[in-house]
């Protein structure tokens, strides 16, 4: 981006873009949820490690969210929240997985 800042709004909907059209519609369910309701109110770094859990693969996000595998350690307490997000906003057998 040619040295200048993102603006912040622009990279809000950015995030919130990607977290909606990833490529397992499971994440899509964990990530975009959480990014429409609790991307505005994340600091400065926990937008750089949201940003970071987007540019992981989904399959190790999706092993990382049901507890089959471990997020790296920097990355577990926002994923966390977000998996503790989705159990609570996401209806029926649908959260028992998440």
């Known amino acids: 981006m040619s040295g200048q800042a993102e ?4 990279r809000l909907r950015r995030l919130r873009m990607r977290a909606w059209r990833r490529g397992i519609k ?8 959480y990014a429409d ?11 750089d ?3 970071e859990i987007l540019d992981c693969n989904d399959q190790d996000l ?3 969210s049901t ?10 307490p926002l ?3 977000m998996v503790a997000h989705a159990r609570a906003n996401i ?6 997985g998440a």
Not at 67 to 76: E, F, I, K, V
């Open 62 to 64: 999706l092993a990382w």
């Open 49 to 51: 490690l949201f940003e």
């Open 79 to 81: 994923l966390e929240r």
């Open 91 to 96: 209806p029926g057998k649908a959260a028992q």
């Open 37 to 47: 309701s609790r991307l505005a109110d994340l600091s400065p770094a926990e937008l």
């Open 7 to 10: 603006d912040p709004a622009v």
């Open 67 to 76: 507890g089959a595998g471990t997020a790296p350690a920097q990355l577990a």
């Open 26 to 33: 499971e994440m899509d369910l964990i990530l975009g949820p």
